[in-house]
Every structure is written in structure tokens, then in C-alpha cells.
């Protein structure tokens, strides 16, 4: 079946500008996470959607950064005001509920912040 | 202190190699521990998990020592086409993935 799918896959702004994210989970699939990846470095735990409870936000790096999920589907990751710093590849992963630690992920959006 | 460290390599071996990575973690209370492989510009996938009595899958074999700290992976006659990065992750609770830097192995003809 179809995998995690996320646009757009590059994402060029200028600094000070808004970009939004989007992540389309598997199918069936209750949990999302948002990871960040900056050049040369790991993985960072942005956020966690789990069904219709309150998400885990405790990754956000700062309040320019949110996110929303509509129901067990689309996700949007919001970066207002990015700053050159915020450059990585932001990469969505999905789950079952019952086997959060195997995460599939979706190919990432690369954003460069000029 | 990182919670979950590797060696970022590179490790170059020739093909047939056995070679083997380590990886470290700070919290004790760690409760669950995986190997995931990153292609170049790929997303991560879910090579396999670890436990304590070790597993193997083919050439691929991942042992965790809960007293030291440490979980490995040891890979068997490397082919080619495991030249990738190797990601150490860790959960200490509920469902963030705490991820390593990554280990990049590199098998040469």
C-alpha cells in the first residue's frame, strides 16, 4: 500500500517568511510524528499526534513552530518567521498504535531558509 | 551529554567483512532499543530490534548490555549494498525514538 508521503519535497524561503509542511500518514495508521533533521546530525523528536488525544509538543524548538492534525489523517507542521537556523530536512513518520517504535517514514521536505 | 551517542565513522570495509558498531545511551530507564538504517537522502527504516538475549536476522546480529549501557550490531559477509548510515535508537518511555547521530559504513568492491 501507499507509504507516508510529504510536500513539497524541497522548500526554498527567505528568511522571515511562513512555510507550511505536509505529511499524509498510512492509512489505518493512529500515530504521527514530526522529526527534524539538520545537516551532518540526528534525528530531533518534534511532535507526536496520537488519535484524538492532546499531541506531545514538548519537542517544539520554539513558538514559531506548530502543528495540526485533522483527525487520524493529514498533519501540517507551520514555521513562522523562519530564521536560517531552521534549514533541515523535516521529515513525518507514522505508526500503529500498537507498534509505536516501528515508525515508517516519508521522504522529508527539505527547507532552505535564505 | 547526548542521550544515545555512535561513532559517526566513517567505516570503509571490503565486501565479505564482518564489522561491527556500538552505541551508547545515558538513561538507565531505558526501555526499548532498535537499529534503523538511513540510505543517502533517504528516510530511516526500521532494520531490527535489540534485546537483551540478542537477535539475529541473516548476517545481521544486535545485542544490548543493559549494564553497560550499550547496544551493537555486528554485520556478517557486508555486501555492497549495506553501505548506508546506522541509526542507534532508543525509547526511554512512551513513543519518541531517541535518535544517534548515525554510524556511516561504507563496503568497497
Known amino acids: 500500500g501507499a507509504g507516508v508521503s510529504q510536500s513539497p519535497s524541497n522548500k526554498v524561503t527567505e528568511k522571515g517568511k511562513d512555510v507550511e509542511l505536509r505529511c499524509d500518514p498510512i492509512?489505518?495508521?493512529?500515530?504521527l510524528y514530526w522529526y527534524r533533521q539538520r545537516l551532518g546530525q540526528g534525528l530531533e523528536f518534534l511532535i507526536y499526534f496520537q488519535g484524538n488525544s492532546a499531541p506531545d509538543k514538548s519537542g517544539l524548538p520554539s513558538d514559531r513552530f506548530s502543528a495540526e492534525r485533522t483527525g487520524e489523517s493529514v498533519s501540517t507542521l507551520t514555521i513562522q518567521r523562519t530564521q536560517q537556523e531552521d534549514s533541515a530536512v523535516y521529515l513525518c513518520?507514522?505508526?500503529?498504535?500498537?507498534?509505536?517504535?516501528?515508525?515508517?517514514f516519508g521522504p522529508g521536505t527539505r527547507l532552505t531558509v535564505t | 551529554r547526548k542521550e544515545v551517542e555512535q561513532d559517526p565513522g566513517p567505516f570503509n570495509v571490503p565486501e565479505g567483512a564482518t564489522v561491527a558498531f556500538n552505541c551508547t545511551y545515558s538513561?538507565?530507564?531505558?526501555?526499548?532499543f532498535f537499529w534503523y538504517r538511513q540510505d543517502c537522502r533517504k528516510e530511516p527504516k526500521l532494520l531490527m530490534s535489540?534485546?537483551?538475549s540478542g537477535n539475529e536476522d541473516g548476517r545481521f546480529t544486535a545485542q544490548l548490555n543493559r549494564a553497560s549501557q550499550y547496544i551493537s550490531l555486528l554485520i556478517r559477509d557486508s555486501k555492497l549494498s549495506d553501505s548506508a548510515t546506522y541509526l542507534c535508537v532508543v525509547i526511554v518511555s512512551g513513543y519518541a525514538l531517541n535518535f544517534g547521530k548515525g554510524t556511516s559504513l561504507l563496503v568497497t568492491p
Open positions: 538513561n538507565s530507564a531505558s526501555q526499548s
Open positions: 535489540v534485546y537483551s
Open positions: 513518520a507514522s505508526s500503529s498504535l500498537g507498534a509505536t517504535y516501528e515508525q515508517y
Open positions: 492509512s489505518g495508521h493512529t500515530a
